[in-house]
């Protein structure tokens, strides 16, 4: 009887081959999501020293990377890790409590106008809203298409015009 999930993980080595076929928009996306992880987080850890680190454990087998997942989603998938990780040290391997700050006001503006700006750039396109909220929710892209009765092109197609629109418009996440 075949298992229902695959189970295989890479070797480092097979890791660093996949690591040389990153694009350069993967590459976008690693360090933009590697600035969201790095929020919130004391200024010595910089969000480049979040990727390096996600990089390294790869390389090294500290993290064995599944075969059916995606490096991009493993990598930030590492990077999340990383970050609860360093929480958990600084509150001395305690529960987690995420303790919320009342945000920045001159941050609390850009995020606003950032949100308005997204809503007005995708008023007309019910899958990219579609998509943003299942993204809002927490949900993977296989919940979001089977929430909303996307197919993997109609999917995949909207994540690229959401992606391009945002470049296009300079709203990156992760860099206010």
């Known amino acids: 009887m075949q ?15 996949a690591l040389k076929l990153v694009t350069d928009m993967d590459l976008l996306r690693l ?35 599944p075969d059916a997942v995606a490096m991009v989603a493993f990598l930030a998938g590492v990077m999340r890790s990383l970050r609860s990780e360093h929480w958990r040290r600084v509150r001395g391997g305690g529960a987690v409590v995420r303790q919320e700050l009342a945000p920045d006001p001159e941050r609390a503006l850009i995020a606003a106008q950032e949100l308005e700006a997204i809503g007005r750039l995708f008023a007309d396109d019910l899958v990219v809203l579609r998509i943003i909220t299942g993204l809002a929710e927490g949900l993977s892209p296989e919940e979001i298409r089977l929430a909303f009765g996307l197919s993997t092109t109609d999917y995949d197609s909207a994540r690229r015009r959401m992606r391009r629109c945002l470049l296009r418009e300079g709203l990156t996440c992760g860099q206010v």
């Open 3 to 17: 298992p229902l999930v695959d189970t295989r993980v890479i070797r480092p080595t097979e890791a660093a081959l």
């Open 31 to 65: 360090k933009t999501i590697a600035r969201l992880h790095a929020r919130g987080l004391p200024p010595d850890v910089a969000w480049d020293d979040l990727l390096q680190e996600a990089i390294t454990r790869v390389l090294t087998g500290t993290r064995r990377k």
